[in-house]
């Protein structure tokens, strides 16, 4: 596709399930960074790849988040035992240029509203 | 945490006048964007202006950056209603993750 793909739209489950959210950046594109959205705030940064290298993971709350991108393409991130503070928008962008090269603006996708019952 | 804050927080206009965004940040920067929301979509890459620029143009967007004040500004020139969204600016400290605002909601009525 032509931008940034994410999936499900929608995830809404139980406090303490395991959610996995997925994210299909745009093709070539380097680099890949999630990010989260509470209502009425801005993306608050969670993590980033530079091809299949976490390169930052500052942002991630806890070690119940976590993010791989095994092929340099397709990103998951993962959150074990959910709890209803995790309610959200999660937002994943790319880039072409591999961060620290060069100014490229980043391209967002649709996101995945997360809501924990 | 959000390093900018944008100004005002919310704004209303009629069709056709001009929308002045402002935000300003607290770090040095490589580059500053600026983005648009509807309705809890998608962000929307507006603009990028480098931090050894000053102001650039896109279209109906005109973006200055003041790096002694660390502030930028937004202008959207004869607005129209499909300009409606919440706007932020983001800033690129180390050309890795974005820092953003808290947004300023647009609303041009017909």
């Known amino acids: 596709g032509a931008g940034v793909s994410q999936s499900p739209r929608y995830k809404v489950t139980k406090r303490g399930q395991d959610v996995a959210l997925r994210c299909d950046p745009i093709?070539?594109?380097?680099?890949l960074y999630w990010y989260r959205q509470a209502l009425g705030q801005g993306p608050e940064f969670l993590t980033y790849f530079n091809y299949e290298a976490q390169q930052d993971k500052s942002g991630l709350p806890n070690d119940r988040f976590s993010a791989e991108r095994p092929e340099g393409s397709i990103s998951t991130l993962t959150i074990q035992r959910t709890e209803q503070r995790d309610s959200a928008m999660y937002r994943c962008a790319s880039s072409l240029a591999q961060t620290g090269m060069g100014n490229q603006p980043q391209h967002f996708g649709d996101g995945t509203r997360l809501s924990i019952l | 945490s959000q390093q900018g804050e944008e100004d005002p927080q919310a704004l209303s206009i009629q069709e056709g006048e001009n929308a002045t965004m402002n935000c300003s940040y607290k770090t040095s920067i490589n580059n500053l964007q600026w983005y648009r929301q509807n309705s809890g979509r998608g962000l929307v890459h507006l603009i990028l202006i480098r931090s050894n620029e000053r102001e650039k143009h896109s279209g109906r967007l005109r973006v200055t950056l003041d790096t002694s004040k660390k502030s930028s500004s937004l202008l959207i020139t004869a607005s129209r209603a499909a300009d409606t969204a919440s706007y932020f600016c983001a800033t690129d400290a180390r050309g890795n993750k974005l820092t953003f605002g808290t947004g300023t909601q647009l609303k041009v009525e017909l």
């Open positions: 093709s070539g594109h380097v680099s």
